[in-house]
């Protein structure tokens, strides 16, 4: 239906010819941006609704106390269904430690909760498919789940700040919400995340469009195709100063891949997009030292570059 | 009356703040709003996700930027 409007507007009113450089720039720039905006209204605020039943207090109780391998994949489970915004990262790390939710188990939260967000995966699922997003999901969980357990083994607990291991945490309340306050919640939620995120949505679209319309089919696979060995790394580097602009860079990559990116490369190039952040490293250097800071971000990193590799090897 | 607004300065916990005064204006009564931006203190309260919002003693919100409406409801 979507479809058949943006042909109706761009060809019929509009009165661009099908085929041509512009008119499918165009087409392409309503279609997606139409369709984008339905899904993202309408999944977040359910996710949001699914949320607001997992503040990360409760996510705390269940992952106290538990074993590293079931505690790191319930860690990296529960990481995408409780909020998290890497300005909560201090508390949330500090809460977790404090109340005996092993080093490694924690990571699989920290690594988890950011990549395996819910805009990243609209935009996946809407523009490349179900099959695409499902596989990133499960790559990313993976990621989780392994980058926990080797921190975990490394025994890094030295290298959390010493000022953490002597907090004294109060007594973690959880206030109850109704139903009702719920859905007040999710609508709020909703609305401040589009208002945030519109105009790269807009933007990423448009120059996807542009890309699609204009730029020469296949000109990407001398580059970024499964033959060239740096592809997948040198995604990984571009991706980390992208974050939090997923919106906007899903768009793109969209059209990048239809010009011959392999699917390996636009799947590292995503995970380093969502879950190697800047401004989340400089907030969890509160908590802990240099070193443990550098093997976190290089065992993701590592862990993303193998997913690329593996995805260009088999696909 | 004492409100505390916890958070460690993000955008968000400005925003509280801003509701937090005027919820207070509107309701007419006189409360003393205070920041609290050190992590011990935010800790001491339990709370994982900021901003949060405490009245005398209590955590009311945490992890949500609540409404004017919202807080006059809890003060």
Known sequence: ?315 | MKIEVLGTGCAKCKNLYENVKKAVEESGKSAEIVKVEEIPKIMAYGVMSTPALVVDGKVVFSGKVASVAEISGVL
């Open chain 1, 1 to 315: 239906m979507l479809k058949q409007f943006a042909d109706w507007l761009v060809f019929d009113t509009i009165g661009l010819v099908p085929g041509t450089h512009s008119g499918e720039a165009l087409n392409f720039f309503i279609y997606d941006t139409l369709k984008i905006f339905l899904l993202l209204t309408t999944i977040i605020f359910v996710v949001a609704i699914i949320r607001s039943s997992f503040p990360p207090e409760r996510t705390k109780r269940m992952l106290s106390h538990k074993r590293e391998y079931v505690g790191n994949v319930l860690a990296a489970l529960l990481g995408i269904v409780t909020p998290f915004c890497s300005c909560s990262a201090v508390p949330l790390f500090i809460g977790f430690v404090e109340s005996g939710v092993p080093l490694g188990v924690t990571f699989s939260f920290l690594i988890s909760s950011p990549m395996v967000n819910e805009i990243a995966l609209i935009m996946l699922w809407g523009l490349f498919g179900w099959k695409i997003a499902l596989i990133y999901i499960s790559t990313g969980l993976l990621v989780a789940i392994i980058g926990g357990i080797i921190i975990g083994k490394m025994k890094m607990e030295k290298y959390v700040q010493d000022y953490v291991w002597e907090m004294q945490v109060g007594k973690t309340e959880i206030v109850k919400q109704t139903f009702r306050e719920k859905l007040e919640y999710a609508r709020g939620y909703t609305f401040e995340l589009l208002k945030k995120i519109w105009p790269y949505v807009v933007i990423g679209v448009g120059l996807g469009a542009f890309i699609h319309g204009y730029a020469p089919q296949d000109f990407l696979v001398r580059y970024a195709g499964r033959d060239n060995m740096f592809a997948v790394p040198l995604a990984v580097l571009v991706g980390v100063p992208l974050y939090s602009n997923a919106a906007g860079v899903i768009p793109i990559v969209h059209a990048l891949m239809e010009k011959g990116m392999a699917i390996g490369t636009v799947l590292a190039f995503m995970m380093a997009v969502t879950a190697l952040s800047l401004p989340e490293a400089i907030i969890l250097k509160n908590v802990l030292k240099n070193r443990l800071l550098v093997v976190f971000f290089g065992t993701v990193a590592v862990a993303i570059i193998c997913v690329g590799y593996l995805f260009n090897a088999i696909l």
